[in-house]
C-alpha cells in the first residue's frame, strides 16, 4: 500500500476536507479484505482505508512571509516540511493549499518525494472537459500569481482574474473569515455577484475555485450555468488515483 504525505494547515479547515474526501474516495473505488475486531476476515468486498501521514503546519508564519515576499524562507520551509513527510515513509506528497503553489516547481525541484499539483490536475480538467475561458477565484497571491496562467496557457485555456477590487474583496473574505472558519450567507452572496459579473462581463465559460476553502462556502457544481472546478475535489481524486496505482 501506497502512503501519501499532507503539508496541511494552510489552511487548517481544508486540512479536514482533505482527509474526509480521500477517505471517502478511496473506500468508493478500493475493495479488498478487511477483519472484524474479533480477527476474522470480513467478506473480500469490503472497503479498506487509505495509508496518509498529515504534517501540519503554522499558516501565520507562512502568510508573514508571503505578505513580506520572502519566498526564499517560505520555499525553504516547506522543503523541510516535505522532507520530514519523507523520513517518515510517504512515497508522495501535496500541499493542501493553492496558494503554496506559488514556488511549486522549486519545491517539486528539491522535494526528495513525487509532488502531485493542485494546479495541474484541475488544469487537465478544464481540458477535459473542453473549457477555453475560465475564472480563477482564490487568495491575491493566487489571482495575482503566475502559477495557474501558466499551466493554463500550456493547455490552450485562458484565465480570467476579477478586478482589483473584486480581488480585495475575496482575499479580505479569505483570510479574515473562511480560513478561521466563518462561512457567512452575506460572504456567499457577495461571492456570487462576482462570478455573475465575471460571467457577464468577461464571458467566463467556469470559474475555479482556486483557495481549497472556497467550496466550504460555494458548496454546489454551479451558479447562473457556470460551472465550479473544485480543486480540492480534483486535486483528490488526482491523489486517489495514485494511491490506488
Not at 496541511?8 to 480521500?22: A, C, Q
Not at 477517505?23 to 495509508?51: F, K, L, N
Not at 501540519?56 to 512571509?65: E, G, K, T
Request: proline residues 5%.
Amino acid at each position: 500500500m501506497k502512503t501519501v504525505g499532507i503539508i496541511g494547515g494552510i489552511g487548517p479547515e481544508s486540512t479536514i476536507e482533505y482527509y474526509r474526501l480521500i477517505i471517502e474516495a478511496y473506500r468508493e473505488r478500493q475493495t479488498g479484505p478487511a477483519v472484524h475486531a474479533q480477527g476474522h476476515a470480513q467478506d473480500p468486498q469490503a472497503r479498506s482505508y487509505p495509508s496518509i501521514i498529515i504534517n501540519s503546519v503554522d499558516l501565520n508564519q507562512f502568510i508573514i512571509w508571503l505578505n513580506a515576499n520572502q519566498l526564499d524562507k517560505f520555499t525553504g520551509r516547506l522543503v523541510a516540511e516535505i522532507e520530514r513527510l519523507a523520513r517518515a515513509g510517504v512515497d508522495f506528497a501535496l500541499l493542501a493549499s493553492n496558494t503554496p503553489h506559488i514556488v511549486f516547481d522549486e519545491i517539486r525541484r528539491r522535494s526528495p518525494v513525487p509532488l502531485i499539483s493542485i494546479v495541474e490536475a484541475t488544469c487537465d480538467e478544464a481540458r477535459a472537459r473542453g473549457l477555453k475561458r475560465v475564472g480563477l477565484f482564490g487568495t491575491r497571491f493566487t489571482m495575482q500569481g503566475r502559477f495557474y496562467p501558466e499551466v493554463f496557457a500550456r493547455a490552450g485555456i485562458q484565465l480570467i482574474v476579477p478586478n482589483e477590487e473584486e480581488q480585495s474583496y475575496i482575499h479580505e473574505k479569505y483570510l479574515g473569515e473562511l480560513l478561521n472558519n466563518i462561512f457567512r450567507p452575506e460572504t456567499r452572496e457577495g461571492l456570487l455577484a462576482i462570478v455573475d459579473r465575471l460571467k457577464g462581463r468577461d464571458g467566463i465559460e467556469a470559474l475555479i475555485l482556486g483557495g481549497t476553502e472556497l467550496p466550504l462556502i460555494l458548496r454546489g457544481d454551479e451558479h447562473n450555468e457556470v460551472p465550479f472546478l473544485d480543486t480540492t475535489r480534483i486535486h483528490v481524486k488526482r491523489i486517489v488515483d495514485e494511491l490506488l496505482s
